[in-house]
């Protein structure tokens, strides 16, 4: 498996932007689908947006225009830019790996948008 270190979290008033990043390490990350999940408090985890080896992305419905996922071979290094903030965007947000089966995670960061 592979180790996820996630960055770029923080406090953001709504209407604000934060850009996510994932840094990859043990392993190839182009061999990879990677995603980002969120937690909110008292709330399942959710897909929040996918891209596949072959930069495919999918993204859940609320993010559709505000969220932008990306991948950068070179760096190991998945990233999330997210625009037009919200309050209910307000989560633990984790980064994934998946290949085969087999599943990886970051220990997540913190996004909180309050006014």
């Known amino acids: 498996q592979v180790q996820l270190v996630e960055s770029g979290g923080g406090l953001v008033q709504p209407g604000g932007s934060l850009r996510l990043s994932c840094l990859v390490s043990?392993?190839?990350?182009?061999?990879?689908?990677m995603g980002w999940y969120r937690q909110a408090p008292g709330k399942q985890r959710e897909m929040v947006a996918t891209?596949?080896?072959?930069?495919?992305?999918n993204y859940i419905d609320s993010v559709k225009g505000r969220f932008t996922i990306s991948r950068d071979n070179a760096k190991n290094t998945v990233n999330l830019q997210m625009n037009s903030l919200k309050p209910e965007d307000t989560a633990v947000y984790y980064c994934?790996?998946?290949?085969?089966?087999?599943?990886?995670w970051g220990k997540g960061t913190l996004v909180t948008v309050v006014s």
């Open positions: 994934h790996a998946g290949i085969y089966g087999r599943d990886s």
């Open positions: 891209i596949t080896t072959g930069g495919t992305t």
């Open positions: 043990g392993g190839i990350i182009r061999i990879y689908a």
